[in-house]
């Protein structure tokens, strides 16, 4: 498959601060994750696929094209930036409609496509009142709208969920994967994880202006043999279980938990580890009623992989 | 000893809050650190009213030297004829120390105005635009608590280029005249130029703190400052021109101050003849306008809109 | 589509949102005080205490003390520095710099905007003290109206593309642009002697001052001066203008505009 | 719990106790707020238990308008608000109030080209401390948050992190004993919000403050708060402690796989189970009333050879009780309009 954004050794200070050191690194169509701990050049990064700002150093090609004043990738690129910033004085509708007709679009085609994208991002009821008088949520969603609203191959959004409450979020979740659904790349940024994490398994991590990782949090987890991982069982008596699970030669540690009926097992293979379990918890009989290992989920790969 | 450990992370505090009477202080002097550390206004601020000082204190050294009749006076050289006539034609030149410390402030007042407006423009505007009102109004802080330290912070700016060249351009002539007559004789003139550069102060410090509360950039504030002040300058000086009607040169603000600057020290200039009240009138109005919006401002900045 | 029939599509469509915006906003209401006062004075100097035998003294007094030395360059600042730092300072220049337009369009757009209003605002000032002094006893002659006008709507072009272009290069731009306007160009034109060339109201000045300065003479508060003739300083004052625009827009198609965040 | 406590009393400063039962920090009585034609609030009862609370609601619920209530800055339209045991109807309760409480904004707000240190200390003295008492209390709070090094440098920069817990600092200079943090883990990364969370949940539960806390992160209140309120247009649709709103349902089992989960599907159905699957692909497994663990469920997936990689009883998340509550609602004033 055909990389949509494509850097090499890419790099971009303010001054003496760096923003992004020596990034290289590929992005495949579909959703993609874009994250890292604060300062770890996001931001930087989305601003030069966007052609806000250009490269100090190395090359940046998204959809082909190097994006610093190309009007022909603008047309295909939809950017919803970080900053809470809106013109004022307009509606929502009239502020999709402006946008979307320095893109070519007459009039009535450009309203009709910002009334579509401003339903999408669910501002219909708002969408012919002054942006001023918006909630952050409304705001943010507003300027999520312009982004989508051209039909762009690539949406590339920075933090979009930042300030969005539980249901507004779940909307803009739905939104991207529909996005995803008609063919159209989206790259979002997030501290979040938890929320990208729903969105979708591929991740780009990013850490002092370096790629740190690639790929779905589960490989990216099967890469990092460093860290044994950690798994919690619950289970009517533990020390039986803990003496079936004792054989296995993967198994680092096993402890009780404080709380009775707890069990901690550390292990340097999760994946024998979960091929193993079923077997040898029937075969045991001691009343197994959880099992969870929390390094899976990509805050904890984070973790490993910033701390 | 009773053996105590002490891991506490978080401290308790037992002490008193008491409603103390100087917090405007306080808040006037966080502002004028921050502003100590731009260094672009702080080189204005201090350079040409700096500049100004030397020269008009050179002045007043020569003009009090030349009473005395002491002007070429080299060592061992009886002071001729000539030299008392060239003295005392200097001394005319010069002037009196008044008009020339009314000078020093009239010469510099557009880079005073720029400066105070430099630093001035953003106090309000800034709070504004940054939503600080609520780190403020969370406490138990009035308005007009917070009013005061911000007229404070821009006071201070302003005295630094008006206030203190007076005091130093006054000194300079209490060391150069003959055994401290300026001081010891003249002590009444030198607390009314005090007070004058305080008022012309205090008023363009509410002035510029009354627009910088009118929006949220700083930039517009500055913007606004600059052209009612040059537009009510230029006005009135073309209409007093073409009429000559003394009314119209009421409404430029640095008019008004030579007015009542005249007043308070007994002089009259030419081209100003119109009565002392009429400019208070003025520059009480002006300064009335000016506490009424920032008092409109800052209730809403209270409320935390 | 190449630029050539880019960039006015571009500019034009920037142009009727930021007329939009400009229209409604509360710098054109703060230009229209201002601008109001010209006449105003006019008005209260002729039939106020005025003996009304004096329309022309009135109307060059005013047209440039008042309106060409003061009210062109401040509302000229203080429109124009907004066409690009307007929007740097509010963090929306990402909009219009992410669609497929001509950055230089932005430029252009926005500060045509700004200059249609303040050519309004110059323009109804201008006539508006033409207006009413023409109607007193001896009114300024037409040639006279017609280079003072011209002349302020030119200093409009020149003070806002200064700006606008001060303002894409500086951060604190408009305290740049005013220190020019007031302290400046002020100390420059009023002082007698060559450096007077390099004020931009020297050149503005010639355009009206008639063959023989017989208009500036009637302003006796100024120092006597020779000037131009009206077509050298104003082809002088367009390649200014041109070779701004072309600053502009260059540079607003290659600088990258770092946004605080 | 601080172990060498002079004596176990809460500080002097602390509400009045009625009985054993403590006065609650905030209550409110059919509270309304309007402005001009706006509703923020419309009739609002609460009363916040102590310990540490989440305040919830979509945007627009009127959080604004009840946090400038809560801080004596805004007077009520109708109804009482009791804060700290006082009304704010007049100047010098609202002084009262205002030295109670502690208030961490969720904007910005901080002015650039001041260190952290005078920031707190300024605050601080505006707040009533003496200048003495100022210096050392700044640097108390700054050493909880961990602001170290960095205090002695000016915001400019100042990552998010560190501009949040600065925050958090001088709302914490005089000691109040309620705490009103707006969105204190916004912009944080996973580290940065750990660390609040942390600093959040040790006030809330060992230094015995009233936290509210508001969020739209709300796996960060159910870490970090005992009890929530849920605001919607207005009212209070819904208060009460998180444990009970999300108790796990004994009989329910989520399962998790790594692969072939129909496979196992199909044999747990065959083996009687009641079987269906959760949008992230898990199988939600409900147990017969003879079963009473999972042994039986591993056999069959130890048979099937299917690999697993979870087994959870099934509990409500706060974010699917807080969704529901706020379509259940939306439900209740469409039948009402209607």
């Given at each position: 498959?055909?990389?949509?954004?494509?850097?090499?050794?890419?790099?971009?200070?303010?001054?003496?601060?760096?923003?992004?050191?020596?990034?290289?690194?590929?992005?495949?169509?579909?959703?993609?994750?874009?994250?890292?701990?604060?300062?770890?050049?996001?931001?930087?990064?989305?601003?030069?696929?966007?052609?806000?700002?250009?490269?100090?150093?190395?090359?940046?090609?998204?959809?082909?094209?190097?994006?610093?004043?190309?009007?022909?990738?603008?047309?295909?690129?939809?950017?919803?930036?970080?900053?809470?910033?809106?013109?004022?004085?307009?509606?929502?509708?009239?502020?999709?409609?402006?946008?979307?007709?320095?893109?070519?679009?007459?009039?009535?085609?450009?309203?009709?496509?910002?009334?579509?994208?401003?339903?999408?991002?669910?501002?219909?009821?708002?969408?012919?009142?002054?942006?001023?008088?918006?909630?952050?949520?409304?705001?943010?969603?507003?300027?999520?709208?312009?982004?989508?609203?051209?039909?762009?191959?690539?949406?590339?959004?920075?933090?979009?969920?930042?300030?969005?409450?539980?249901?507004?979020?779940?909307?803009?979740?739905?939104?991207?994967?529909?996005?995803?659904?008609?063919?159209?790349?989206?790259?979002?940024?997030?501290?979040?994880?938890?929320?990208?994490?729903?969105?979708?398994?591929?991740?780009?991590?990013?850490?002092?202006?370096?790629?740190?990782?690639?790929?779905?949090?589960?490989?990216?987890?099967?890469?990092?043999?460093?860290?044994?991982?950690?798994?919690?069982?619950?289970?009517?008596?533990?020390?039986?279980?803990?003496?079936?699970?004792?054989?296995?030669?993967?198994?680092?540690?096993?402890?009780?938990?404080?709380?009775?009926?707890?069990?901690?097992?550390?292990?340097?293979?999760?994946?024998?580890?979960?091929?193993?379990?079923?077997?040898?918890?029937?075969?045991?009989?001691?009343?197994?009623?959880?099992?969870?290992?929390?390094?899976?989920?990509?805050?904890?790969?984070?973790?490993?992989?910033?701390? | 000893?009773?053996?105590?450990?002490?891991?506490?992370?978080?401290?308790?505090?037992?002490?008193?809050?008491?409603?103390r009477p100087l917090r405007s202080v306080t808040l006037a002097w966080s502002g004028i650190r921050v502003g100590f550390k731009k260094?672009?206004p702080m080189l204005l601020l201090f350079l040409i009213p700096g500049?100004f000082t030397?020269?008009?204190?050179?002045?007043?050294?020569?003009?009090?030297?030349?009473?005395?009749?002491?002007?070429?006076?080299?060592?061992?050289?009886?002071?001729?004829?000539?030299?008392?006539?060239?003295?005392?034609?200097?001394?005319?030149?010069?002037?009196?120390?008044?008009?020339?410390i009314f000078?020093l402030i009239t010469n510099m007042q557009f880079f005073v105005v720029l400066s105070m407006g430099w630093y001035g423009s953003g106090l309000i505007a800034e709070d504004r635009?940054?939503?600080a009102?609520?780190?403020y109004?969370?406490?138990?802080l009035s308005r007009y608590t917070y009013t005061a330290g911000k007229l404070m912070t821009v006071m201070f700016w302003g005295a630094w280029a008006v206030v203190a060249p007076v005091t130093i351009v006054c000194?300079?002539?209490?060391?150069?005249?003959?055994?401290?007559?300026?001081?010891?004789?003249?002590?009444?003139?030198i607390l009314k130029l005090e007070l004058y550069a305080v008022l012309w102060v205090f008023f363009h410090g509410i002035l510029v703190l009354a627009i910088s509360s009118l929006?949220?950039?700083r930039?517009?504030a500055l913007?606004g400052l600059f052209?009612f002040y040059?537009?009510?300058?230029?006005?009135?000086?073309?209409?007093?021109?073409?009429?000559?009607?003394?009314?119209?040169?009421?409404?430029?603000i640095p008019?008004n101050f030579?007015?009542v600057f005249?007043?308070l020290?007994?002089?009259?200039?030419?081209?100003?003849?119109?009565?002392?009240?009429?400019?208070l009138?003025v520059l009480g109005l002006l300064t009335l306008a000016s506490a009424a919006t920032l008092a409109?401002q800052t209730?809403?900045l209270?409320?935390?809109? | 589509?190449?630029?050539?029939?880019?960039?006015?599509?571009?500019?034009?469509?920037?142009?009727?949102?930021?007329?939009?915006?400009?229209?409604?906003?509360?710098?054109?209401?703060?230009?229209?005080?201002?601008?109001?006062?010209?006449?105003?004075?006019?008005?209260?100097?002729?039939?106020?205490?005025?003996?009304?035998?004096?329309?022309?003294?009135?109307?060059?007094?005013?047209?440039?003390?008042?309106?060409?030395?003061?009210?062109?360059?401040?509302?000229?600042?203080?429109?124009?520095?907004?066409?690009?730092?307007?929007?740097?300072?509010?963090?929306?220049?990402?909009?219009?710099?992410?669609?497929?337009?001509?950055?230089?369009?932005?430029?252009?757009?926005?500060?045509?905007?700004?200059?249609?209003?303040?050519?309004?605002?110059?323009?109804?000032?201008?006539?508006?003290?033409?207006?009413?002094?023409?109607?007193?006893?001896?009114?300024?002659?037409?040639?006279?109206?017609?280079?003072?006008?011209?002349?302020?709507?030119?200093?409009?072009?020149?003070?806002?593309?200064?700006?606008?272009?001060?303002?894409?290069?500086?951060?604190?731009?408009?305290?740049?642009?005013?220190?020019?306007?007031?302290?400046?160009?002020?100390?420059?034109?009023?002082?007698?002697?060559?450096?007077?060339?390099?004020?931009?109201?020297?050149?503005?000045?010639?355009?009206?001052?008639?063959?023989?300065?017989?208009?500036?003479?009637?302003?006796?508060?100024?120092?006597?001066?020779?000037?131009?003739?009206?077509?050298?300083?104003?082809?002088?004052?367009?390649?200014?203008?041109?070779?701004?625009?072309?600053?502009?827009?260059?540079?607003?198609?290659?600088?990258?505009?770092?946004?605080?965040? | 719990?601080?172990?060498?406590?002079?004596?176990?009393?809460?500080?002097?400063?602390?509400?009045?106790?009625?009985?054993?039962?403590?006065?609650?920090?905030?209550?409110?009585?059919?509270?309304?707020?309007?402005?001009?034609?706006?509703?923020?609030?419309?009739?609002?009862?609460?009363?916040?238990?102590?310990?540490?609370?989440?305040?919830?609601?979509?945007?627009?619920?009127?959080?604004?308008?009840?946090?400038?209530?809560?801080?004596?800055?805004?007077?009520?339209?109708?109804?009482?608000?009791?804060?700290?045991?006082?009304?704010?109807?007049?100047?010098?309760?609202?002084?009262?109030?205002?030295?109670?409480?502690?208030?961490?904004?969720?904007?910005?707000?901080?002015l650039?080209g001041m260190?952290?240190?005078e920031?707190?200390?300024a605050?601080?003295k505006l707040?009533?401390?003496?200048?003495?008492?100022?210096?050392?209390?700044?640097?108390?709070?700054?050493?909880?948050?961990?602001?170290?090094?960095?205090?002695?440098?000016?915001?400019?920069?100042?990552?998010?992190?560190?501009?949040?817990?600065?925050?958090?600092?001088?709302?914490?200079?005089?000691?109040?004993?309620?705490?009103?943090?707006?969105?204190?883990?916004?912009?944080?990364?996973?580290?940065?919000?750990?660390?609040?969370?942390?600093?959040?949940?040790?006030?809330?539960?060992?230094?015995?403050?009233?936290?509210?806390?508001?969020?739209?992160?709300?796996?960060?209140?159910?870490?970090?708060?005992?009890?929530?309120?849920?605001?919607?247009?207005?009212?209070?649709?819904?208060?009460?402690?998180?444990?009970?709103?999300?108790?796990?349902?004994?009989?329910?089992?989520?399962?998790?796989?790594?692969?072939?989960?129909?496979?196992?599907?199909?044999?747990?159905?065959?083996?009687?189970?009641?079987?269906?699957?959760?949008?992230?692909?898990?199988?939600?497994?409900?147990?017969?009333?003879?079963?009473?663990?999972?042994?039986?469920?591993?056999?069959?997936?130890?048979?099937?050879?299917?690999?697993?990689?979870?087994?959870?009883?099934?509990?409500?998340?706060?974010?699917?009780?807080?969704?529901?509550?706020?379509?259940?609602?939306?439900?209740?004033?469409?039948?009402?309009?209607?």
């Amino acid at each position: 498959m055909s990389a949509i954004v494509l850097a090499e050794n890419l790099g971009r200070w303010y001054g003496e601060v760096v923003g992004l050191g020596d990034l290289s690194v590929e992005f495949e169509p579909g959703i993609t994750g874009l994250v890292g701990p604060n300062g770890a050049g996001k931001s930087t990064f989305m601003k030069l696929m966007v052609g806000e700002l250009r490269p100090a150093r190395g090359r940046l090609t998204v959809l082909g094209e190097t994006p610093f004043g190309n009007r022909a990738l603008h047309r295909h690129l939809g950017f919803c930036p970080q900053q809470d910033a809106l013109y004022e004085h307009q509606t929502g509708r009239q502020f999709v409609r402006d946008l979307l007709r320095l893109g070519g679009w007459s009039r009535r085609e450009a309203d009709g496509l910002a009334v579509r994208a401003l339903e999408r991002v669910g501002l219909e009821d708002a969408m012919d009142r002054k942006v001023n008088g918006y909630s952050k949520g409304m705001r943010q969603r507003t300027r999520l709208a312009q982004a989508i609203a051209h039909g762009p191959k690539l949406v590339i959004a920075d933090e979009p969920l930042t300030g969005l409450d539980p249901i507004a979020r779940r909307q803009t979740n739905e939104l991207f994967r529909g996005l995803a659904e008609d063919g159209c790349s989206v790259i979002i940024s997030s501290h979040v994880l938890h929320e990208v994490e729903n969105l979708t398994e591929t991740m780009v991590l990013i850490h002092r202006g370096r790629l740190l990782a690639q790929g779905s949090v589960r490989e990216v987890r099967r890469l990092i043999s460093r860290h044994p991982s950690r798994v919690d069982l619950v289970a009517r008596n533990p020390r039986r279980l803990a003496t079936a699970l004792l054989p296995l030669d993967h198994i680092r540690t096993i402890k009780l938990g404080a709380d009775p009926g707890t069990l901690t097992v550390e292990t340097d293979d999760i994946a024998a580890f979960h091929s193993a379990f079923a077997g040898v918890a029937a075969a045991a009989g001691a009343g197994v009623s959880g099992f969870k290992s929390d390094d899976a989920s990509l805050e904890a790969v984070f973790d490993y992989l910033v701390g | 000893m009773k053996a105590t450990t002490h891991t506490e992370v978080y401290r308790r505090f037992d002490g008193e809050l008491r409603e103390r009477p100087l917090r405007s202080v306080t808040l006037a002097w966080s502002g004028i650190r921050v502003g100590f550390k731009k260094k672009l206004p702080m080189l204005l601020l201090f350079l040409i009213p700096g500049i100004f000082t030397i020269v008009t204190s050179f002045m007043v050294q020569l003009k009090f030297e030349a009473e005395a009749g002491t002007i070429s006076g080299m060592a061992g050289m009886e002071p001729s004829a000539q030299t008392m006539a060239m003295g005392a034609l200097l001394s005319s030149q010069i002037g009196q120390v008044e008009s020339l410390i009314f000078d020093l402030i009239t010469n510099m007042q557009f880079f005073v105005v720029l400066s105070m407006g430099w630093y001035g423009s953003g106090l309000i505007a800034e709070d504004r635009k940054l939503r600080a009102n609520l780190l403020y109004f969370a406490r138990p802080l009035s308005r007009y608590t917070y009013t005061a330290g911000k007229l404070m912070t821009v006071m201070f700016w302003g005295a630094w280029a008006v206030v203190a060249p007076v005091t130093i351009v006054c000194s300079v002539a209490s060391l150069a005249s003959p055994e401290w007559s300026f001081l010891t004789e003249r002590w009444d003139t030198i607390l009314k130029l005090e007070l004058y550069a305080v008022l012309w102060v205090f008023f363009h410090g509410i002035l510029v703190l009354a627009i910088s509360s009118l929006t949220d950039r700083r930039n517009r504030a500055l913007g606004g400052l600059f052209i009612f002040y040059f537009l009510t300058l230029a006005g009135s000086n073309a209409m007093a021109e073409l009429m000559s009607g003394q009314g119209w040169r009421l409404l430029s603000i640095p008019n008004n101050f030579k007015r009542v600057f005249d007043s308070l020290l007994g002089q009259t200039s030419p081209g100003i003849g119109w009565n002392l009240e009429s400019s208070l009138w003025v520059l009480g109005l002006l300064t009335l306008a000016s506490a009424a919006t920032l008092a409109r401002q800052t209730r809403k900045l209270e409320v935390g809109s | 589509m190449n630029l050539i029939t880019e960039l006015p599509r571009a500019t034009w469509l920037i142009f009727r949102m930021h007329l939009a915006a400009t229209a409604v906003s509360r710098r054109a209401l703060a230009g229209i005080l201002f601008a109001a006062i010209p006449p105003l004075f006019a008005f209260l100097a002729l039939n106020i205490g005025g003996d009304g035998d004096m329309g022309e003294r009135v109307f060059m007094y005013l047209g440039v003390l008042v309106l060409l030395q003061v009210v062109a360059p401040a509302l000229g600042v203080f429109l124009g520095i907004g066409a690009i730092a307007d929007e740097t300072e509010a963090r929306t220049i990402t909009y219009p710099f992410t669609r497929p337009i001509p950055r230089a369009s932005v430029f252009l757009g926005r500060w045509l905007a700004s200059l249609l209003v303040l050519s309004v605002l110059l323009l109804a000032s201008g006539a508006g003290v033409a207006a009413i002094t023409m109607r007193a006893s001896s009114p300024p002659s037409p040639e006279a109206v017609q280079g003072l006008v011209g002349a302020t709507l030119l200093a409009g072009v020149l003070y806002s593309l200064g700006a606008a272009v001060i303002g894409v290069i500086f951060k604190r731009g408009q305290v740049i642009a005013l220190g020019y306007a007031f302290a400046f160009e002020v100390m420059l034109a009023n002082i007698p002697g060559s450096a007077q060339k390099l004020s931009l109201q020297f050149y503005l000045r010639s355009l009206f001052v008639g063959d023989d300065g017989a208009n500036w003479r009637s302003l006796e508060i100024f120092e006597p001066s020779k000037f131009l003739d009206a077509s050298a300083s104003s082809e002088r004052l367009m390649v200014t203008a041109a070779i701004l625009l072309a600053i502009g827009c260059i540079t607003v198609t290659r600088k990258q505009f770092v946004l605080s965040s | 719990m601080t172990p060498n406590a002079p004596d176990g009393t809460p500080g002097s400063a602390s509400t009045t106790e009625v009985a054993g039962e403590p006065e609650p920090i905030v209550r409110l009585q059919g509270l309304r707020k309007s402005f001009g034609n706006v509703h923020a609030l419309r009739g609002l009862d609460m009363e916040l238990p102590p310990g540490p609370v989440g305040l919830l609601g979509p945007n627009g619920a009127g959080k604004t308008t009840l946090i400038g209530l809560l801080l004596g800055l805004l007077e009520p339209t109708e109804g009482t608000a009791i804060v700290a045991g006082l009304q704010p109807t007049n100047r010098s309760a609202r002084i009262e109030i205002s030295k109670r409480v502690g208030y961490m904004p969720e904007s910005d707000c901080l002015l650039p080209g001041m260190t952290a240190v005078e920031i707190v200390s300024a605050l601080a003295k505006l707040t009533g401390l003496s200048r003495q008492d100022a210096i050392t209390r700044s640097h108390e709070v700054l050493d909880y948050v961990e602001l170290d090094e960095a205090r002695y440098r000016t915001l400019d920069g100042y990552s998010t992190g560190m501009k949040q817990r600065l925050k958090l600092a001088q709302a914490l200079v005089h000691d109040p004993e309620f705490l009103l943090l707006d969105e204190p883990t916004n912009g944080l990364d996973p580290a940065g919000r750990r660390h609040m969370l942390s600093l959040v949940e040790d006030l809330g539960r060992n230094q015995n403050k009233n936290v509210l806390l508001c969020s739209h992160l709300l796996p960060d209140v159910e870490r970090t708060c005992d009890n929530v309120v849920v605001l919607v247009k207005g009212q209070a649709i819904l208060q009460g402690s998180i444990a009970e709103l999300t108790a796990a349902e004994s009989r329910r089992l989520r399962v998790g796989t790594e692969g072939n989960a129909s496979r196992l599907l199909t044999a747990l159905e065959a083996a009687s189970y009641d079987v269906s699957t959760d949008e992230s692909g898990a199988l939600i497994i409900t147990l017969p009333q003879s079963v009473e663990d999972a042994d039986e469920i591993c056999g069959i997936a130890a048979r099937e050879q299917v690999d697993l990689s979870s087994i959870d009883p099934v509990r409500s998340t706060l974010e699917e009780v807080f969704l529901k509550a706020v379509d259940d609602s939306e439900k209740k004033t469409e039948t009402a309009s209607v």
